[in-house]
């Protein structure tokens, strides 16, 4: 089975900063790669998918990039509404599909 | 709109069964695979299973593979995700999920049915 990592496990940031979470996969998986944040007590919301594009309605500060096996989120600048815990998900591996762990993004 | 409409979690004791259930509506149901994706209490998201257009083919992660089995009737618009032999860790909210395209899944997520494992 292909195993995620992700890195930072968590991270404090300030509203402005640019934000860097990378999620490595255990083989080549291609660009099957999404994206997701969850706030606390709400349903994930997919922000990427296909490792680069982005979801229709998500904010244009938010963009991935990679392929294989490194990928990186980036937040190019933080907003109040950013913070939250964000997972990885890899869709390639037949027949199973892996999360990340998840990296939360807290206030400084 | 895409709705999706789990229900059928609740407490149950160790070693026994449940079987959840997702209604959807606003899609063709019977185009589209379907998943499960469950939570445990202040955990990450976990794959737990995914099934092709017509059930014919069914995925799980490792670890569930043989106790949980997916299925669906694509005349009743449904998913459903039966679970036996439970244990303390399958406690969890239960996701599910819609895969929009093999490319782009899990675009659209029900609100969960919560599966609590206890004596």
């Known amino acids: 089975d292909i195993q995620m990592t992700q890195s930072p496990s968590a991270m404090s940031a300030s509203v402005g900063d640019r934000v860097t979470i990378t999620c490595r996969a255990s083989q080549d998986i291609s660009n099957y790669l999404a994206w997701f944040q969850q706030k606390p007590g709400k349903v994930p919301k997919r922000l990427i998918y296909g490792a680069s594009n982005l979801q229709s309605g998500v904010p244009s500060r938010f963009s991935g990039s990679g392929s294989g096996t490194e990928f990186t989120l980036t937040i190019s600048s933080l907003q109040p509404e950013d913070f939250a815990t964000y997972y990885c998900l890899q869709h390639n591996g037949h027949p199973t599909w892996t999360f990340g762990p998840g990296t939360k993004v807290e206030i400084k | 709109e895409v709705q999706l409409l789990e229900s059928g979690g609740d407490l149950v004791q160790p070693g026994g069964s449940l079987r959840l259930s997702c209604v959807t509506s606003?899609?063709?149901?019977?185009?589209?695979?379907m998943g499960w994706v469950r939570q445990a209490p202040g955990k990450g998201l976990e794959w737990v299973a995914n099934?092709?257009?017509?059930?014919?083919?069914?995925f799980y992660v490792g670890s569930l593979r043989g106790r949980f089995s997916i299925s669906r009737d694509n005349a009743k618009d449904s998913l459903y995700l039966q679970m036996n032999s439970l244990r303390a860790e399958d406690a969890a909210l239960y996701y599910c999920?819609?895969?929009?395209?093999?490319?782009?899944?899990?675009?659209?997520w029900g609100q969960g049915t919560l599966v609590t494992v206890s004596s």
């Open positions: 099934i092709d257009r017509d059930g014919s083919g069914t």
């Open positions: 606003g899609f063709t149901f019977s185009d589209f695979r």
């Open positions: 999920v819609m895969i929009n395209s093999d490319f782009a899944p899990f675009e659209s």
